[in-house]
């Protein structure tokens, strides 16, 4: 197949020099995902790391927008209005290709320039070099939608210093480059104007080049920028973040009474209440697992019950469909969430359980 006839479809993967390119070529939509893109990337996969020609992977998104606003929400919203099973297919296969990201044995860089949101996050924070730039808008905004931070969010998340992971998954706040390699979402900012000439550098590694030796390459771009604007909340998020329950966060920001805590309220007061007591454990319970995998097994169980739940209907009806900004949220008060609605987030699944190969 040609390049011209490969650039018509939603990924372009071919080889430029000793690298492996993956374009994300959906610029109109900001790179959304869609199951058959993460299909391509993992043929891509298939054919880069059995090429002993390609030295690195290059991960970037097509337009001037973002690498990717996240996985194809609208066509999952239509499923589920049909009691469909494009959430069981799709987030499985997007799960297991996340974990081959980070054991991908290949340097695998992901440009993070722009927009990177949900499934984005997915394809990019597990990867072995992650590029941010001054563009960067990095969030994990899915308790707006009655979902929680998935692709392994809730692994990342967890291992961000202090409490900053919980303070960013909860509210859905966005991170710029610097904040993102402060919460370890990332670990090189480079000028947005210096990512063509990075970019051909790659292109020019040997094969058998060590992750040292692309860290070392990288390096010499970097803009040396390690912590943004949220790293000077620190001492504050750890307070108000550190508990165990959501009731105990809200009385916390609510005691605090500080400009950040109540604008913090704002946010908090937006998103699903039943998404939001979910999330919390689900990020507990990930500072407590050892691998991704055993994260990315709890977020699945997890997720398909979001698919059969009305919160997550209306979050992206109200999110993505109307735009009313205005979701009607099922139960609507955090102290009204009791365990028996979460409980079930949590069961194991039998047979539809998610494996790894």
Known sequence: MTDAA????????????????IRLNRPKAINAVTLEMFHDIDKALDAFEADPAVAVIVLEGAGERGLCAGGDIRALWENSKVRGDLGKILWRDEYILNARIKKFPKP??????????????GLSAHASHRVVTEKTKLAMPEVGLGFFP??????????????IGTYFGLTGQTMNGPDA???????????ASRLPALREA?????????????AKLIDGFSTGETAGPVAATQAKVD???AHDRMEDIVDALKRDGSDFALATLRTLGEKSPRGMVVALKLLRLARKT?????CLVREYRAALE???????????????????????WSPPRIEDVSPEMVAPYFAGIGADELKFT
């Open 290 to 294: 050892a691998t991704l995998e055993e």
């Open 150 to 163: 998935d692709v392994g969010g809730t692994y990342l998340l967890s291992r961000s210093p202090g409490e």
């Open 108 to 121: 695998y860089i992901a440009l993070m320039d722009g927009i990177v949101m949900g499934g984005g996050v």
């Open 306 to 328: 979001v698919f059969a739940s009305d919160d997550f209907r209306e979050g992206v009806r109200a999110a993505v469909i109307d735009k009313d900004r205005n979701p009607k």
């Open 181 to 191: 390699i402060h919460a370890k979402f990332a670990d090189t900012v480079v000028s």
């Open 239 to 241: 307070a108000l973040f």
């Open 6 to 21: 490969v650039a018509e479809g939603d990924l372009i993967a071919r080889k430029e020099g000793s690298a492996g390119i």
């Open 202 to 214: 790659l292109t020019r590694l040997r094969p058998g080049t060590t992750p040292a030796d692309v």
